[in-house]
Nanobody, 123 residues
């Protein structure tokens, strides 16, 4: 299993920015699709963004144009730059690894998860 550790969450005002990082252990990082999901209180965990091993990116409609996912395979790290943050972006953000070609937009497609990092956007 891949170990994933997120960082970079925090409290920010609406319109502000944050950059999340996720460091992975293990040698399979470079071949895995990496994703970010989020879960707000009382809501189900939802897909936010993903990046394939060839750096093709995918986004939820709610974050397109505001969030950018990227990866650095030399550092075993995936990032998510979040700009123009809104109060509705408030959630715990989870990094996940999809090593076996699972469903891209579904939690079930990912085999390893980080512990999550809290993002709070105040209005």
């Amino acid at each position: 299993q891949v170990q994933l550790v997120e960082s970079g969450g925090g409290l920010v005002q609406a319109g502000g920015s944050l950059r999340l990082s996720c460091v992975a252990s293990g040698r399979t990082f470079s071949t895995a699709t990496m994703g970010w999901f989020r879960q707000a209180p009382g809501k189900e965990r939802e897909f936010v963004a993903a990046i394939s091993r060839s750096a093709i990116t995918y986004y939820a409609d709610s974050v397109k144009g505001r969030f950018t996912i990227s990866r650095d395979n030399a550092k075993n790290t995936v990032y998510m730059q979040m700009n123009s943050l809104k109060p509705e972006d408030t959630a715990v953000y989870f990094c996940a690894a999809n090593r076996y070609g699972g469903r891209l937009y579904s939690q079930s497609g990912y085999d390893s998860w980080g512990q999550g990092t809290q993002v709070t956007v105040s209005s």
